[in-house]
């Protein structure tokens, strides 16, 4: 379990840099956009661009987001509810965002193979995008790796955590 959270952490982490060096380049690409705009000439391809860093930034945000408990969460209802019963909702709650994240991380990996045999461009640029849709699959995986470690410690609670 510790080395599973471990890993988990520590990939969070290098995804979460990557994510704000994906954020770095966004805001670059405006403010090229913007001058250049200025001065009457257009940059091809930016919204594109945008969409492919967009899309990176929100999944590589994903799992560390999670590990923070950073996510809003309505208790509204629950929070009267007693222990037990929280740790029961609980438990069926990550299982079935696990599955979620699983899945989505799993078919969004099959269409970027699919992409990537094919040849697939995109519109504007013609850059191989499956390499984003990769991206983006990683995050719902490290999503899904994180939701478990956050499902094995409700299960389990330990180290002075509490159910």
Not at 88 to 97: G, P, R
Not at 124 to 133: C, D, E, I, S
Request: a positive charge; hydrophobic letters at 55%; proline letters at 2%.
């Amino acid at each position: 379990m510790r080395y599973l959270e471990l890993f988990s952490r520590r990939l969070n982490g290098v995804l979460f840099v990557l994510g704000g060096v994906a954020v770095l380049l966004l805001m670059l690409l405006s403010a090229a956009s913007v001058l250049f705009g200025l001065a009457g000439v257009s940059i091809p391809g930016i919204y594109e661009l945008a969409g492919f860093l967009g899309a990176a930034v929100i999944a590589l945000a994903l799992g560390y987001t999670q590990a923070g408990k950073d996510h809003i969460e309505v208790d509204v209802i629950t929070r009267r509810y007693p222990e037990g019963l929280k740790r029961v909702i609980d438990v069926a709650k990550y299982i079935a965002t696990i599955a979620f994240f699983g899945i989505v991380a799993r078919q969004l990996w099959l269409w970027a193979m699919t992409l990537r045999r094919s040849g697939e461009l995109s519109e504007t640029l013609k850059l191989a995008f499956y390499p984003f849709v990769l991206c983006v699959a990683l995050g719902f995986g490290a999503m899904a790796l994180t939701l478990l470690v956050d499902l094995l410690k409700t299960i389990r609670p330990g180290r002075g955590e509490s159910a």
